[in-house]
């Protein structure tokens, strides 16, 4: 009879509608759950995505001490790892040292440029001395001065001195080639004048006979 009396009341609530309208909130009970459980997964999602306030966009070095002291650094963050700070303004940058620049160059004195020339005898000059007597004269010209004249005859040195007058005596006939040279004290040549001839005559003794 008790069964009886439970289709009765199911049959009497179904003819209501009260059946679906409880089925109905059952359905909605369980979709608001599943759209909790889905904002909540996103939740999470972004929690795991978004950056942490405060951190820099950049990549953070940590400093890791091993047991037996050995440092290491590293990006990827570990147990017991230091995250490092940085300045922003920090490089691998070397300041070079100052380097003072090289004098100026001194200019190159320039060489000194010596002359001389032969006053005396002119070129192709005739002398005529039976003691076969000549004087050889010779001068410089400008600046500056060199402190020996030397006389080569015949392609030979025959003498030296400071005045530039050369007397020379027993020189034989003929024509002889002649030139003074400028010199230091140490006997280097510093200047020369040209080459010239001159001709000695002298008078023969069968003449004179």
Same mark, same amino acid.
């Given at each position: 009879?008790?069964?009886?009396?439970?289709?009765?009341?199911?049959?009497?609530?179904?003819?209501?509608?009260?059946?679906?309208?409880?089925?109905?909130?059952?359905?909605?009970?369980?979709?608001?759950?599943?759209?909790?459980?889905?904002?909540?997964?996103?939740?999470? =999602?972004?929690?795991?995505?978004? %950056?942490?306030?405060?951190?820099?966009?950049?990549?953070?070095? /940590?400093? !890791? *001490?091993? @047991?037996?002291?050995?440092?290491?650094?590293?990006?990827?963050?570990?147990?017991?790892?230091?995250?490092?700070?940085?300045?922003?303004?920090?490089?691998?940058?070397?300041?070079? =040292?100052?380097?003072?620049?090289? %004098?100026?160059?001194?200019?190159?004195?320039?060489?000194?440029? /010596?002359? !001389? *020339?032969? @006053?005396?005898?002119?070129?192709?000059?005739?002398?005529?001395?039976?003691?076969?007597?000549?004087?050889?004269?010779?001068?410089?010209?400008?600046?500056?001065?060199?402190?020996?004249?030397?006389?080569?005859?015949?392609?030979?040195?025959?003498?030296?001195?400071?005045?530039?007058?050369?007397?020379?005596?027993?020189?034989?006939?003929?024509?002889?080639?002649?030139?003074?040279?400028?010199?230091?004290?140490?006997?280097?040549?510093?200047?020369?004048?040209?080459?010239?001839?001159?001709?000695?005559?002298?008078?023969?003794?069968?003449?004179?006979?």
């Amino acid at each position: 009879m008790t069964r009886n009396i439970c289709l009765l009341s199911l049959l009497t609530l179904a003819s209501y509608g009260l059946l679906p309208l409880k089925a109905t909130a059952l359905s909605q009970d369980n979709e608001q759950k599943s759209t909790q459980q889905d904002a909540q997964m996103n939740d999470e =999602a972004e929690g795991v995505n978004a %950056p942490v306030a405060g951190t820099s966009s950049s990549t953070t070095i /940590y400093k !890791v *001490v091993g @047991k037996d002291g050995t440092i290491t650094y590293t990006d990827k963050p570990q147990k017991n790892a230091e995250p490092l700070a940085f300045d922003g303004k920090t490089q691998n940058v070397v300041t070079a =040292a100052k380097v003072s620049p090289p %004098p100026p160059l001194k200019p190159d004195t320039p060489k000194p440029k /010596y002359r !001389v *020339v032969i @006053k005396s005898p002119a070129p192709e000059a005739t002398i005529r001395n039976n003691l076969g007597e000549i004087t050889i004269s010779a001068t410089q010209t400008g600046a500056p001065k060199a402190p020996i004249y030397r006389l080569i005859l015949d392609d030979a040195p025959i003498a030296s001195n400071n005045s530039g007058v050369f007397k020379l005596s027993g020189i034989h006939r003929g024509a002889h080639t002649y030139k003074v040279e400028l010199t230091n004290n140490t006997g280097k040549t510093l200047a020369s004048s040209p080459v010239q001839t001159l001709y000695l005559h002298q008078a023969s003794a069968l003449i004179n006979n």
